[in-house]
């Protein structure tokens, strides 16, 4: 029996941030107008204030996806051809180049704007809550990059970007906490493998896994169901290894549903539940475990365990 085609239902429908497909930046009008910050860090707004109570209802990002570099403004462009004219940059690639310049250039790390796409499509405008942090912004351009590499972003999700912050683009503006550069193959060869699966069968399961969770629509990572997901995905290794062994019992992973738990009073948490079918007899089994996703922080509440339909 062919394996069936993961259905994914999480309960709720992200709303639609991003902006447009990527596209060079273009270099606009150097026209400051009187008084307006340097820097793209220096303009962001508070997330929070203006409203009252506008602090009660703070939302948070736990994100995969791809962060690069854009140029706000024509002069913070020139000023970065200056400094790539005085930087020995010869038998490099301009993706090389570029982290070399910014490496030897700090101050340029601010100027610039920091785009994360998802899905090829621009999604926030990613900015350090605590400015010593802009180091993991140049850790994000890996000199020699490859299709499977991802940032991980965790923090809060403010407001729109003002056009002018980044040469028109009006996305949400992430305030990060965390930031993490990997490659997908790194990850998947940390995880740990149980000793029923061979290796080459648990890796061909985690990938499958992995990339179904990236795939899931509009997987932003702003909404409960998502940060969830995301999370697990590259913290809890355990359900990699339920996944490989469920092949190796002929079953099939057909759907990942997420949806609130009954333990819910004063924090969210959610119950994420895998459904595995046999591929002969078309028996459904199913596994769940409960994540925090109150805070900026999720974290496990019960691990993977048997699930029963109520």
Avoid at 17 to 43: E, F, I, K, N
Avoid at 45 to 53: F, I, R, S
Avoid at 238 to 255: E, F, K, M, P, Q
């Amino acid at each position: 029996m062919a394996e069936s085609e993961v259905e994914v239902r999480d309960g709720s429908t992200q709303e639609a941030s991003a902006a447009s497909t990527m596209t060079p930046v273009r270099p606009v009008t150097d026209g400051l107008r009187a008084g307006s910050p340097s820097s793209p860090a220096a303009q962001q707004p508070c997330p929070t204030c203006g409203t009252p109570g506008a602090s009660m209802s703070v939302s948070y990002v736990y994100a995969l996806g791809k962060i690069e570099p854009r140029f706000p403004r024509l002069s913070v462009e020139k000023e970065f051809a200056q400094a790539t004219g005085r930087a020995e940059t010869a038998n490099l690639t301009d993706r090389q180049a570029l982290r070399r310049v910014l490496e030897q250039n700090r101050y340029l790390v601010k100027q610039l704007c920091w785009v994360m796409t998802i899905g090829g499509l621009e999604t926030y405008i990613v900015i350090p809550r605590d400015p010593t942090d802009t180091n993991l912004l140049v850790e994000t351009l890996r000199p020699n990059p490859r299709p499977g590499d991802l940032d991980l972003v965790v923090g809060m999700r403010g407001p729109l970007a003002p056009p002018e912050m980044c040469n028109g683009l009006t996305v949400p503006i992430v305030l990060f906490d965390q930031l993490y550069s990997f490659e997908r193959d790194s990850l998947i060869a940390s995880i740990p493998r149980p000793d029923t699966v061979p290796a080459e069968r648990f890796a061909e399961a985690a990938e499958e896994v992995f990339d179904r969770i990236m795939q899931i629509t509009d997987n932003a990572g702003a909404t409960k169901e998502h940060i969830a997901l995301n999370f697990l995905a590259v913290r809890y290794p355990a359900i990699y290894g339920a996944i490989a062994d469920a092949h190796s019992r002929n079953l099939s992973l057909t759907a990942i549903d997420v949806r609130p738990s009954s333990l819910n009073g004063l924090r969210n948490i959610v119950e994420v539940i895998f459904s595995l079918t046999d591929r002969a007899t078309d028996v459904v089994h199913k596994r769940f475990l409960r994540v925090d996703v109150t805070e900026e922080f999720p974290f496990l509440v019960t691990k993977l365990s048997p699930y029963f339909d109520r």
